[in-house]
């Protein structure tokens, strides 16, 4: 899906260049980029798929998961970034907020689905980081085109390696996997390259967890899923938390007279 654009994008840059002056496409460049964020998304993919096979409830995969949004932050603090108090506190609520949002009261436990689900977490947490070193870097549809390049060829070897693919549970499942490889891959995950590229990337990893409040969304919407006042208050934390996120930190800060 992504090739042609990478093209487009090419003939565009170069229309009014003449030969002499036409940049060349930065081969090693983007092959470097796409295997760093390509093996990042590739783990934190496989993980969490990995975690629902074993009966983890999606709930609870997707808390643990979005908890790449504090393990971002704390990473950043080893890469020595300064972080705003307002981002902690939005890191903060959002925790609340999706714990409250996804997982029922009393419900939660660490076995072997749970640790699975916490490496896919710190793999996305990866993803997240090497994409805020390389989209300033790299054309970002390029890096995003290159990602899933890698990402889906050794997800493709372990495919065979670790299960028994049949054509006809491929096919039976073609209309999941084309939104998946449309939606989810070319457009969601291409636009997150294009926002960190203006945004702070723990900012970034708070936003990206909107995504728990939209599956509640669109579940009201479209299944008639019913919203409990412990779901209705983990959507409202979590917005509280975007807002958080927002706020310009000098409205934290205490004037001295």
């Known amino acids: 899906m992504l090739i042609p654009l990478v093209a487009l994008g090419r003939i565009k840059e170069n229309k009014n260049l003449v030969p002499e002056e036409r940049k060349k496409f930065p081969f090693k460049d983007v092959l470097i980029g796409g295997a760093c964020c390509g093996l990042a998304l590739f783990a934190g993919g496989n993980l969490q798929q990995h975690a629902f096979y074993l009966d983890l409830g999606p709930g609870k995969v997707g808390f643990i998961t979005a908890l790449y949004m504090v393990l971002v932050p704390v990473a950043g603090i080893f890469m020595k970034r300064k972080l705003k108090f307002n981002i902690w506190l939005g890191v903060a609520f959002g925790v609340v907020g999706l714990y409250l949002l996804s997982v029922p009261a009393g419900d939660f436990s660490i076995g072997k689905g749970e640790i699975i689900a916490i490496c896919g977490a ?129 409205k934290f800060t205490l004037k001295r007279k």
């Open 122 to 250: 710190v793999a996305f947490a990866a993803h997240i980081l090497v994409i805020d070193y390389f989209c300033q870097k790299i054309d970002n549809i390029a890096l995003s085109c290159a990602q899933f390049f890698v990402a889906g060829t050794l997800s493709i070897i372990c495919m065979f390696i670790f299960e028994e693919p049949r054509i006809d549970d491929i096919l039976n499942a073609a209309v999941p996997i084309l939104y998946a490889g449309v939606m989810s891959c070319g457009v969601a995950f291409t636009a997150q390259i294009f926002g960190q590229k203006y945004s702070d990337p723990t900012v970034a990893s708070i936003l990206l967890c909107l995504e728990s409040v939209f599956a509640v969304i669109f579940g009201l919407i479209f299944l008639n899923d019913k919203l409990n006042s412990r779901e209705t208050i983990g959507c409202i934390v979590m917005f509280a938390a975007i807002l958080l996120t927002q706020i310009p930190s000098e």
